[in-house]
Structure formats: structure tokens, C-alpha cells
């Protein structure tokens, strides 16, 4: 049976329907699902895990000092510590993976951090890293401070040892070139005699990460000098092939499934990525959480609203170091029980063994106890928070401002002949921006992913209307049709004569049907042996 053009439309009207539906709604989601999950799994032989294990091109990372202008008044009087911001000095950082070890069974890579620096001097402008500036000694002030912490018994003979290693030190200030602070480094003799020098350059040699011994007895201090180009701590984290959620998540650090540092089961657990990736599909309530080896903590970047980024359209995140001394679940973070920094503040001493501290770039959304303490900072927003662009279908961060600021909580301690008139404040050393900005290469390969994205809901949808626009005219189709189809059969007026005559062949065969259903017969059927005569009887 030959179809009409009406019953053509409607069935291919209604494949087309299914066909859109379950391809544009069901298999091509679930295939780009599938294509995203294969291409950022950090298996061998992925583009992805290339670029993951050396970053083809250089972050910029770029470091703030604070030079402090009233050295004397401060070590002498007490004074209000008054500071001038220099910078950025600029480097071109380039991030590598090194001595990367696979684990198919528990799906993971295990790699160290090698981290390398270079000035780069056409950007830093007319600064060269020879200038001259004067900033709170790390180690001077940092020993007394620990001792104070740990040993306050030992501060008389830590007292004589600085004398003799430092050849008695007038105030705990150092001055010298940002170079030298930064990666040349700046001397110190520990080639003493003395008892209590002895005694102390012993416990550097033992403990300090960042001393560099260039001849015996002389030790070289530097703020990034020791990580420069050197192979550093061991992270292993999932590869995301068994499961893509789990993508980048930190389980072992320096050989440790978990921190035990600090106050709680929650603050020792890593909690999050190594912040070089991230899952894919993530929804804003998920945040983004990252692992800092450098504080040993994770960080949560909290979400703040949706933007767009060279056109793509992209998430916008945060993150700070909350309040310990307020919020319950950071209390793990508190120097100890009866002690806890105020707003803003996170203590490193049991990270790096050091009494620094870290913040945000001039106590930006810390307490403002800690910004009236010093003169000379200036806290903003758009200088000195932390900024993540992200895009969430793919888990691409694709423009990111990571600033962190180093302090060194100071005040006097009366055994210590340089400390003993030190004012009780939190003292500014430095602060870096870490930051990655994707230019066109990269952000245009995210661009054609979305276009076709675009393209593809934008014709399900216009098919899917086609598709329902022909189910609706092929049925009116058919309606019309339906209509021409019924037909009204006439009455005719029929002449006595002709039923004598036996000419009415309507009336004869109402007539006949008429004696059939009295005799019982079916309707149906006609009597053909019945004669004109017999309809006379009637």
C-alpha cells in the first residue's frame, strides 16, 4: 500500500524526533563526558600528562620586599616599624615533574617538585636585584623567636651565641642587596669557637633546610637560592584513568598518606589536588581545594561568580587563610591550645621550623590589629587577593594570581641583647604572586571545543523544532484529508407507477430487506425469486 505524502512527514517527523533526543540529549553529552575523561587522565602517552610533567611555558612569579626604613627606632625605642614596598622583581618560573614512578594497581604517579627561576630582567623594569635594602634578619630574629618558643631556658646562651656568630650586632636588621635576600645568598660564619656558637651553628647545620654550606664553617643563606633548579619534596597523586573525579588528588607526601602536624584527623588529611589540576565537572558548591606543600595545608578557593575569560565563560574563585581563632574547624591550625593567631594569620613553625607566618599580600583580609601595627601598607583587593578563573568542564584554571606574604611575628624578649626593646607587632618580610595567564594557544582550543558545543545545541534545538513542527503539520495534513474523504448519499422521490412497475431498484431492495427481516433473513440478503406481483400484496 503506496504511503501518503501526510504519513511520509509524520514518520520521518517522528524518527528525526527520537533521533535528536536520544543523540543530542543522551549519547553526545555522555560522549564528550567520555572524550574529556580520556584526554585529562594522567596516563601515559596524554598530551595532558605531558604538559603536566613539564609545563611548556613559564609562570610568572613575582616577589615584593618590604624595606624597612626605621630600623634604629625600632630596636632601640620600640618604635612603629615603617616599611616601603619594592618590586616586582619578575622571574620566569618553569614548573617540572621529575623522577615520575606509575602505579597502575592504586592508580597514581608519584613525581618531585623541581622548580626553576630566571630573572627576567626586560619585564622587572629599572629594577636589577642590586639594590640595597634593609629587612628584619630571618635568622637573628628568627632563632630568638624559636628558642623563646621551644627553649626559653636556652636564650642566654643563644644570646652569646649570635654575638659571637654575628660579631656583636647592634639591632636584629639585616641590609643587603635583594639579590643576595633572593637566590645569591648572604653569609654566615659559623666557623666560631666559642661554646655557644659551636652550639648553634651545630643545630643550623641539622635543621636549617635553606643553608647551603659553601666551605667549612660558612654557611649561605637565601630566601629560594637552595630551591632553585633543585629537585625538592615527593608528592604522589591519583591519575584520574580509574575514576576522573579523583584526578590530581593528593595521597602521599614526602611518603606520608597523612600530615601529623597538626591539631586534628580533618587538618592532617591532604584533602585536595596538588593545584596544578583538577577534576573535571566540577559544580561551584565542590570549590576548589588544593594541597600548598609550601604551608602544609590544603587551601579551599571558595566560589564568588560567574565571568568570562577571552570569551569563554568560566567561574571566578578565592581563597584565604579564615580564622583559627574564631572558626572551629581551623583551631587545628593554632601555634597550641591556649594560643591562637587572630584573622587571616597561618602559622608555618611546625611546616618549615621556622617562627614565620603566612597571609595574605599586606594582611589583606586579616585582622586589622596586624595592618595598624606597621606603617606603610596598603591592602586591595585587586593587588593582593587570590584569583582563580576557572572552567569547569574541562577543570582548566586558565588565569590564576596565587599571593602569599611571609611575616615574622616579633616582640621584645629581654635576654636577647639585640631583641630586648622590640615592639610586639607582626613584622612584613616579603611577599609573590605566583601567576599563569593562557593566552590564545591555549584558550583556543577551549574556544573550538565550545563552538562546537554552540553549534551542536543549537541545531538539536532547531531540529528538534523542525522535527515537532513536522509531527503538527503532517497530523493537519491528514485532518484535511479525512474531511474531503466523507460523502452524503442524496434521497430520491420515487413515483407510485414505478413501484407497480417494479423500477425502483432502491425501493425494491427496501422492500425486499423489509419482508427478509419479518421472515427472519439477514438484512443483508436479497430474495432475487420474488416476483412484481408479490410486491403487490403489499
Known amino acids: 500500500m503506496k504511503l501518503q505524502r501526510p504519513h511520509k512527514i509524520a514518520i520521518g517527523?517522528?524518527?528525526?524526533?527520537?533521533?535528536?533526543?536520544?543523540?543530542?540529549?543522551?549519547?553526545?553529552?555522555?560522549?564528550?563526558?567520555?572524550?574529556?575523561?580520556?584526554?585529562?587522565?594522567?596516563?601515559?602517552?596524554?598530551?595532558?600528562?605531558?604538559m603536566y610533567v613539564k609545563v611548556p611555558f613559564p609562570l610568572t612569579f613575582k616577589v615584593y620586599m618590604f624595606n624597612v626604613t626605621n630600623p634604629l627606632e625600632i630596636s632601640e625605642k620600640g618604635a612603629m616599624p615603617i616599611v616601603q614596598e619594592i618590586g616586582p622583581y619578575i622571574y620566569d618560573e618553569w614548573k617540572e615533574k621529575v623522577d615520575t614512578v606509575d602505579d597502575e594497581s592504586d592508580d597514581t604517579m608519584e613525581y618531585r617538585i623541581k622548580n626553576t627561576f630566571i630573572f627576567n630582567r626586560a619585564q622587572s623594569g629599572s629594577l636589577t636585584g642590586d639594590e640595597v635594602i634593609t629587612m628584619l634578619h630571618p635568622l637573628i630574629a628568627g632563632i630568638a623567636m624559636a628558642v623563646e618558643r621551644e627553649k626559653p631556658g636556652a636564650l642566654a646562651l643563644v644570646n652569646k651565641a649570635l654575638t659571637?656568630?654575628?660579631?656583636?650586632?647592634?639591632?636584629?636588621f639585616l641590609t643587603t642587596t635583594v639579590d643576595a635576600l633572593l637566590f645569591s645568598g648572604v653569609d654566615i660564619a659559623c666557623n666560631v669557637t666559642d661554646f655557644a656558637g659551636k652550639a648553634v651553628c651545630t643545630q643550623l647545620r641539622n635543621e636549617a633546610k635553606d643553608l647551603i654550606e659553601i666551605e667549612p664553617g660558612i654557611f649561605r643563606f637565601s630566601l629560594f637560592g637552595p630551591k632553585n633548579g633543585t629537585i625538592g619534596q615527593k608528592v604522589k597523586v591519583k591519575r584520574g584513568v580509574q575514576n576522573i573525579m579523583d584526578l590530581g588528588q593528593v595521597v602521599e607526601f614526602e611518603g606520608k598518606p597523612k600530615l601529623d602536624m597538626w591539631g586534628s584527623e580533618e587538618c592532617n588529611t591532604y584533602g585536595g589536588t596538588d593545584s596544578t589540576i583538577f577534576p573535571p565537572f566540577l559544580k561551584e558548591e565542590d570549590g576548589l581545594v588544593s594541597f600548598a606543600p609550601d604551608i602544609c595545608r590544603r587551601l579551599p578557593a571558595y566560589y564568588v561568580e560567574n565571568t568570562?575569560?577571552?570569551?569563554?565563560?568560566?567561574?571566578?574563585?578565592?581563597a584565604d587563610f579564615g580564622d583559627q581563632s574564631k572558626v572551629k574547624a581551623e583551631k587545628c591550625y593554632c601555634p597550641s591550645e591556649d594560643f591562637c593567631y587572630k584573622k587571616g594569620i597561618h602559622d608555618m613553625y611546625k611546616c618549615v621550623g621556622a617562627p614565620f607566618v603566612a597571609s595574605l599580600p599586606h594582611f589583606y583580609l586579616s585582622d586589622e590589629s596586624y595592618q595598624k601595627g606597621v606603617r606603610g601598607l596598603n591592602p586591595t583587593k585587586d593587588k593582593h587577593e587570590i584569583i582563580i578563573l576557572f572552567e569547569s568542564l574541562t577543570g582548566s584554571p586558565v588565569f590564576a594570581k596565587k599571593r602569599m606574604q611571609f611575616s615574622l611575628p616579633i616582640h621584645a624578649i629581654p635576654?636577647?641583647?639585640?631583641?630586648?626593646?622590640?615592639?610586639?607587632?607582626?613584622?612584613?618580610?616579603?611577599?609573590?604572586?605566583?601567576?599563569?595567564?593562557?593566552n590564545r594557544t591555549w584558550t583556543g582550543q577551549l574556544r573550538t571545543l565550545f563552538t562546537t558545543l554552540k553549534v551542536v545545541k543549537v541545531t538539536k534545538w532547531l531540529v528538534l523544532l523542525g522535527t515537532l513542527g513536522g509531527m503538527g503539520g503532517a497530523g493537519y495534513m491528514m485532518y484535511q484529508l479525512q474531511q474531503q474523504s466523507v460523502t452524503i448519499t442524496p434521497?430520491?422521490?420515487?413515483?407510485p407507477n414505478d413501484l407497480k412497475n417494479g423500477k425502483n431498484n432502491t425501493i425494491s431492495m427496501v422492500a425486499q430487506n423489509g419482508n427478509n427481516i419479518r421472515n427472519g433473513t439477514s438484512v443483508g440478503h436479497v430474495n432475487r425469486a420474488m416476483s412484481t406481483n408479490e410486491i403487490d400484496k403489499y
Open 491 to 495: 434521497v430520491h422521490t420515487v413515483n
Open 13 to 50: 517527523s517522528i524518527v528525526g524526533f527520537l533521533f535528536i533526543v536520544i543523540f543530542g540529549w543522551v549519547v553526545f553529552p555522555r560522549l564528550i563526558k567520555s572524550q574529556i575523561k580520556n584526554m585529562l587522565a594522567l596516563k601515559q602517552g596524554n598530551e595532558i600528562r605531558d
Open 415 to 438: 635576654k636577647v641583647t639585640t631583641m630586648a626593646n622590640m615592639p610586639d607587632v607582626m613584622m612584613p618580610l616579603f611577599w609573590v604572586e605566583e601567576g599563569v595567564e593562557l
Open 164 to 172: 659571637s656568630i654575628y660579631r656583636n650586632p647592634t639591632h636584629p
Open 308 to 318: 568570562k575569560y577571552d570569551g569563554i565563560s568560566v567561574r571566578r574563585y578565592s
